[in-house]
């Protein structure tokens, strides 16, 4: 099969219709970002002409994944030329039963391999299958209001959260959950994967200081939409800051957002 047609496979095609906006943001410089989505086996087997015979190790129990498939942006990979290689910066990993292991049903060809956070991508697609059984995406960007406001704003997800309800009227809606926050950590690492899952217990949306977030959906469209809505947050807060605010959302004024909206905002926050 050659790129064209790999470029036709719907869950291809709408996963590079993705990178590329995610990249025309401006979320996702260089090798920035990664994205991972759990597909089923009609998404791509009937596609798939010659299985690779590449296994790769995990340094993290995948096993409540076991035989599930997951499609995943390649490390090293630039997110501006996805769609013009898709069949070297993505693959299709099958995990086996042993948990520690994933054979490598499709792409990543030249040698690739998944992106360097697929512990945060697998530990939170555990956690947040949990949560919710139509759970499939997780998706990180380095959104640059985000990103910037971990340097002016304090980290506590309640301060941090609230910023955003009140910086833009339609955040509690679309994150009544609010904003998981994590302190500055190494990124790459199973450590910072484990912190993000621990998080992502509570939210689907969890940031990581002086980097960027982690983002889940049931789609590629919500989890988007998620960062989307919270970058625009960011960015009217960072375009605010540095003035008087004279002028705010009650916290009654959220709560009667959420109260028409049946959304529940996170106990104890409003
Ligand atoms: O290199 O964004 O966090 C991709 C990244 C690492
Ligand atoms: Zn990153």
Not at 157 to 168: A, V, Y
Not at 200 to 205: C, D, E, G, I, V
Not at 208 to 229: P, R
Request: proline content about 4%.
């Amino acid at each position: 099969m050659n790129s064209n047609s790999f470029s036709d496979i719907p869950i291809i095609a709408e996963l590079c219709r993705i990178t590329d906006n995610m990249y025309r943001m401006g979320w996702d410089e260089r090798n920035g970002g990664n994205i991972s989505i759990l597909i089923d086996e009609d998404d791509i087997m009937p596609y798939v002409r010659e299985k690779t015979e590449r296994t790769i190790e995990l340094s993290f129990d995948a096993s409540p994944l076991s035989g599930r498939l997951l499609l995943v942006t390649a490390t090293g990979h630039y997110f501006r030329n996805v769609s013009l290689t898709p069949e070297n910066s993505l693959g299709v990993l099958r995990f086996l039963p042993d948990g520690r292991h994933a054979e490598i049903i499709w792409g990543f060809e030249g040698d690739g391999r998944p992106t360097s956070e697929l512990s945060s991508h697998v530990m939170t697609h555990i956690v947040r299958l949990k949560q919710d059984g139509d759970h499939r995406v997780v998706m990180h960007a380095h959104p640059t209001n985000l990103v910037a406001m971990t340097f002016v704003h304090n980290l506590s997800e309640k301060d941090f959260t609230r910023t955003l309800w009140k910086r833009h009227t339609e955040c509690i809606m679309v994150f009544p959950d609010g904003i998981g926050v994590l302190p500055w950590m190494l990124f790459g690492s199973d450590t910072i994967g484990l912190a993000t899952a621990e998080k992502m217990k509570q939210f689907r949306l969890v940031v990581w200081a002086y980097h960027g977030i982690f983002g889940t959906g049931n789609s590629l469209d919500e989890a988007f939409g998620l960062l989307e809505c919270a970058e625009k947050a960011a960015d009217i807060y960072m375009k605010t800051a540095s003035f008087t605010v004279i002028n705010e959302m009650t916290d009654e004024q959220l709560k009667s957002i959420a109260a028409h909206l049946g959304v529940k905002p996170h106990q104890g926050w409003l």
